[in-house]
């Protein structure tokens, strides 16, 4: 595809369920990178994948939040037993090469937990 | 702790005249900085970007200023439109690792 491209855009979760993000990076942009941006902030690392290998989670809130890329292409972001604090625009970005210049960025998914 | 900070939520500027949206940053390893563009509902864009090396990058309409002793960064855009009104972000990055660090962003809107 042309762009970074993210599913579902919009989910709503009860408190307490699981919920997986997919983001779909440029084809051939080897670094990936997923960002959680809560409402009037900008948007907040949370980990970084190149190619298959995650080689950053520390921005990862909790255990609850785990992330993989296991063909170095399509990412999932999954988050288990959601909390309300979890509600925000979970942003996925891709890179050609290293992610410290230019980032591509999906629309991002909102998750709204209930 | 911000280590980039956007202290204006928000703008307003006429139509035709110079917004400039201002940055500051506090970790001295930061070499590179860039500002993005965030319509709603879509994720960020890439504006325009600087290297520590240099005080002034110009990309038509959009010129950034750095001043390394200041550690301060702004965005000028002249003349301003309508297609203008959007959030900024101002990020930056270091040589240290492979991540950008943003800041709260600023809304402008551009008034007709």
């Known amino acids: 595809g042309a762009g970074v491209s993210q599913s579902p855009r919009y989910k709503v979760a009860k408190r307490g369920q699981d919920v997986a993000l997919r983001c779909d990076p440029i084809?051939?942009?080897?670094?990936l990178f997923w960002y959680q941006q809560a409402l009037g902030q900008g948007p907040e690392f949370l980990t970084y994948?190149?190619?298959?290998?995650?080689?950053?989670k520390s921005g990862l809130p909790s255990d609850r939040f785990f992330a993989e890329r296991p063909e170095g292409s399509v990412s999932t972001l999954k988050i288990q037993r959601t909390q309300q604090e979890d509600s925000a625009v979970y942003l996925c970005a891709s890179t050609q090469g290293t992610g410290r210049y230019e980032q591509y960025f999906g629309p991002g998914t909102r998750l709204t937990v209930t | 702790d911000q280590q980039v900070k956007q202290n204006s939520p928000s703008l307003s500027v006429q139509e035709g005249r110079i917004s400039i949206l201002n940055c500051d940053y506090t970790n001295s390893m930061f070499d590179y900085f860039l500002w993005y563009k965030k319509y709603p509902a879509e994720g960020p864009t890439f504006l325009i970007s600087?290297?520590?090396?240099?005080d002034k990058n110009e990309d038509g309409r959009f010129t950034v200023f750095l001043n390394k002793s200041a550690k301060h960064l702004s965005l000028h855009i002249v003349p301003s439109q309508p297609g203008d009104s959007a959030v900024y972000f101002c990020?930056?990055?270091?040589?240290?690792?492979?991540?950008?660090?943003f800041g709260k962003g600023t809304r402008l809107h551009i008034l007709p």
């Open positions: 990020a930056a990055s270091s040589n240290r690792d492979d991540k950008i660090i």
């Open positions: 084809s051939g942009h080897v670094s």
């Open positions: 994948f190149q190619n298959e290998a995650q080689l950053d």
């Open positions: 600087i290297s520590s090396i240099k």
